[in-house]
Structures are given as structure tokens and as C-alpha cells.
């Protein structure tokens, strides 16, 4: 997984841990919703905390490829995973970020599932270092963009793709097998904070603790008494591939417009030929079975 710890970040990792279905090789880290340091020490606590200090955590990028990096700790609270407290970590990162994911991929080609939670410039680098290096993964599943559905951060822009635009377009135009699960489908996956509080599992205490400024800033800007689980649910799209419907189409990512950076641009013009249309072929998820997801969430982070 290469994520940007982050509350959602943190729910979608112990969702892994908790699905016997995978086996976590490794995490790399990005600056995201808060600066690398704390995406990074928070996967390492998080880790820590949940018994799995064996699996390694790789810093990866400081900054995104080009534009000034942003941040969402509006969201997910200054240490980025809201009022949770967690032991201090006593391990270090095992290395590079970009490295690691060069080196899964490499060694293990064909058989890597890599699940991208946050901005996407450690897959970016990857890809520019080893071209068509994304490839030899058997999927790689994003979350990030909005097809057919406002944006969050901006009115046409999700927030991993305005973060690092540039990122965003490079992935999507390599050959990788990809999965692009957006605002279209996470969206539809709210846990409302009155389920969250009944909950009594051994992960309740701290999932409560860190959704708290995420259930905030819902309630404030869309109205919804929860939190939508847009890196859980990319992860879920991996796991469970038949809760969802994705549609194929063409696809890239504005990089220069001050209005759209980070907007995913669709071509569906009724061209006679594929040949001339804008970007790339790409799976879309544009529905999911929230019921089922969510009863699955439910059952594997907050009440065993
Ligand atoms: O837009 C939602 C995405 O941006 C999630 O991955 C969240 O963690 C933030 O990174
Ligand atoms: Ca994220």
C-alpha cells in the first residue's frame, strides 16, 4: 500500500491487517494530507499499535513533482490522524518509498497488488525510473479522482489528484493494470458517527478518536453527522472486486488549469475511432454495494 496517513489511511490499513485475504508486504509513505514526516511516523504508530511492527514502512516523497505540496489537516486534524494518541514508534522507516515499490515489483512481478490511498508522485517516480515498471503488478487500485461527480478539495478536483496533478496524469497514462476508484464511489460509502460510537471493538476507541475532526468537517461542509471511507473503500475495491461496477473509459488528468488541476477529464465524444480520443482506457468504479461493504468494514475494524 503507498498511502498518506491520514485517517482514512489509517482505516483502510487496518482494514488489510484485518482481511485474511491479503498479506501486507510493505507500506510506502507520501506527503498528503499532512507533510511525509507525519504520514510517515503515523503509518509507523499505527503499525506499532496494532501488533504489525513487522511489516516494513518506506518514506517516499517529500513533495509532490511539481507543485507546491497542500495539505488537508483541516480534515484530519494537525497530526493527521485526528485526536487519536498513539505510542511513539520504536522502529524507523526500512527505507526509500520509490525504492521499495522499484523493488517489490521487480522481484515479484505479476504477483503485487499495490493500493494507492494518497497523491501519486512515489508511483510517478517509479514509473519514470523504471518505465513500465507499474505494469508488473497484477493491479493497481487508486484512490483518487471524480469522473462523473464534483470534486472535494476543488469543484472538479479530488484531493490526491490536485495535490500532485502531474503525478496523477503519468500514472494513469502508463500501461499499469489500473482500477480507478474515485468520488464516485466513496461517496457512497458514509459511516454515520452514531454507528462509529456504538462500536465496541478493540480498534473502536482509537477509530472514534481519529474520525472526530473528519466527522467535524462533514458535518460542517456536506451535512453528513459521519465520514466517508474513500481509502477503505479503494482497498475494498481490490478485496472484494464484485461490490463495485466500473465502467471503462478515456481518461487523463488536467495539469496546468489554476481553475481544474487535478480534474479527471473524460472523453466521450461519439468518435467513429478510439484512436483519436484524449488520454487512456481505464476500469472507473462508478458504483458500489455500500450495504455489503460497509457490513464487511464493520465486521473486520470495528467489532472484532
Ligand atoms: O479525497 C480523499 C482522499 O484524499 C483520501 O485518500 C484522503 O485520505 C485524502 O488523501
Ligand atoms: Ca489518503
Known amino acids: 500500500m503507498d498511502v498518506d496517513t491520514g485517517v482514512d489511511d489509517a482505516l483502510a490499513l487496518l482494514l488489510a491487517l484485518a482481511s485474511p485475504e491479503v498479506e501486507l508486504v510493505g507500506v510506502s509513505t507520501v506527503t498528503g494530507n499532512v507533510p511525509l514526516p507525519r504520514t510517515t511516523d503515523n503509518t509507523l504508530r499505527l503499525l506499532q499499535w496494532a501488533g504489525r511492527a513487522d511489516i516494513p514502512v518506506y518514506a517516499g516523497a517529500e513533495r509532490p513533482l511539481v507543485r507546491e505540496a497542500v495539505a488537508a489537516a483541516a480534515v484530519h486534524g494537525a497530526t493527521g490522524l485526528?485526536?487519536?494518541?498513539?505510542?511513539e514508534a520504536r522502529t524507523a522507516p526500512a527505507g526509500d518509498g520509490v525504492e521499495f515499490l522499484l523493488r517489490t515489483l521487480q522481484t515479484r512481478p505479476g504477483d503485487m497488488l499495490l493500493v494507492a490511498t494518497g497523491p501519486l508522485t512515489n508511483l510517478a517516480r517509479a514509473e519514470a525510473r523504471v518505465p513500465g515498471v507499474l505494469q508488473r503488478a497484477r493491479q493497481v487500485v487508486i484512490m483518487g479522482g471524480a469522473v462523473g461527480v464534483p470534486g472535494n478539495i476543488a469543484p472538479t478536483a479530488e484531493f490526491n489528484f490536485y495535490a500532485d496533478p502531474h503525478a496523477a496524469h503519468q500514472v494513469l497514462a502508463s500501461a499499469a493494470e489500473l482500477v480507478l476508484v474515485g468520488l464516485d464511489a466513496t461517496e457512497q460509502v458514509g459511516l454515520?458517527?452514531?454507528t462509529l460510537r456504538a462500536c465496541t471493538g478493540a480498534y473502536a476507541a482509537f477509530c472514534q478518536a481519529a474520525c472526530q475532526p473528519v466527522i467535524a468537517f462533514e458535518s460542517a461542509h456536506y451535512e453528513f453527522a459521519g465520514l466517508h471511507l474513500h481509502d477503505p473503500v479503494a482497498l475494498g475495491a481490490a478485496l472484494w472486486?464484485?461490490?463495485f461496477r466500473t465502467q471503462r473509459?478515456?481518461?487523463?488528468?488536467?495539469?496546468?488549469?489554476?481553475l481544474t488541476a487535478g480534474q479527471v477529464v473524460v472523453d466521450q465524444r461519439p468518435l467513429a475511432s478510439d484512436q483519436d480520443r484524449l488520454g487512456r482506457p481505464v476500469a472507473c468504479a462508478v458504483?458500489?454495494?455500500?450495504?455489503r461493504f460497509l457490513a464487511l468494514f464493520t465486521e473486520r475494524v470495528l467489532t472484532p
Request: proline content about 7%.
Open 192 to 194: 454515520a458517527s452514531a
Open 82 to 87: 485526528g485526536a487519536a494518541q498513539l505510542p
Open 249 to 258: 473509459l478515456w481518461v487523463d488528468v488536467e495539469t496546468a488549469g489554476d
Open 241 to 243: 472486486p464484485q461490490l
Open 287 to 291: 458504483d458500489v454495494d455500500q450495504t
